[in-house]
């Protein structure tokens, strides 16, 4: 049972255009949200994140966007940059968990053109 | 402030054996929590240690255990290991993972293959 779902495997952009990756959940429990990025061999790291009391949250060329009722979370980075190509990972929290474990998607792998 | 560290970068075990992974948080962070990357997916909690005591667990058997330290170490441990468990293990530290969310740091991973 995934609880937080990324559907496109990979996606493909023009450098100076938008990205947009989606990420869908399906636990209304989750109160915090998180995008990280990987590059091979290295571990995660965080990106950008949003509590469930906002609906948009932005730092630079990256914002996330989150719609409580349709349980949907989108990362949009803007402009698009070569250096952007990594995976990026949706991930979800709640704070009814002592641990707040982190519950994540399977991965969007980006690559940007140059 | 170093990050966080783990080792070792690869290794290969065969069906039965059991391993041993470790990690070395960021200075001051009292929390730990290990991830299982399988190939294709996303990395999925296993258990997370908070001032060396268990908070917090996945679903996984027994046969995955852990132990954290007071010096910012911590290790994995998996007995009789299975052809499954063949995926990449990543540690996250955080300053403390009890009372609110705080970053995770994630360490670059140990690549483990089960023959």
């Known amino acids: 049972d995934q609880q937080v779902k990324q559907n496109s495997p990979s996606l493909s952009v023009q450098e100076g255009r938008i990205s947009i990756l989606n990420c869908d959940y399906t636990?209304?429990?989750?109160?915090?949200f998180l995008w990280y990025k990987k590059y091979p061999a290295e571990g995660p790291t965080f990106l950008i994140s949003?509590?469930?009391?906002?609906d948009k949250n932005e730092d630079g060329r990256f914002t996330v966007f989150l719609n409580k009722s349709a349980k949907h979370l989108s990362l949009h980075i803007v402009p698009s940059q070569p250096g952007d190509s990594a995976v990026y990972f949706c991930?979800?929290?709640?704070?009814?968990?002592?641990?707040?474990?982190?519950?994540f998607g399977s991965g969007t792998r980006l690559l940007v053109r140059p | 402030e170093t990050g966080v560290t783990q080792s070792p970068t690869h290794l290969i075990k065969t069906r039965g054996q059991q391993v041993t992974l470790r990690c070395s948080s960021q200075?001051?962070?009292?929390?730990v929590s290990w991830y299982q990357q399988a190939l294709g997916q996303g990395p999925q909690f296993i258990f997370q240690?908070?001032?060396?005591?268990?908070?917090g667990r996945g679903n996984f058997p027994p046969r995955f255990s852990g132990l954290q330290f007071p010096n910012y170490s911590s290790e994995l441990n998996v007995n009789a290991l299975e052809l499954d468990d063949s995926a990449l293990y990543l540690c996250?530290?955080?300053?403390?993972?009890?009372?609110?969310?705080?970053?995770?740091?994630f360490g670059p991973g140990t690549r483990l293959t089960v023959l």
């Open positions: 240690y908070y001032r060396e005591e268990e908070n």
């Open positions: 991930a979800a929290s709640s704070g009814l968990d002592s641990s707040y474990k982190l519950i």
């Open positions: 200075s001051g962070h009292n929390t």
């Open positions: 949003i509590s469930s009391i906002k």
């Open positions: 636990n209304s429990m989750f109160d915090y």
């Open positions: 996250a530290s955080s300053l403390d993972g009890t009372s609110s969310y705080n970053e995770q740091f």
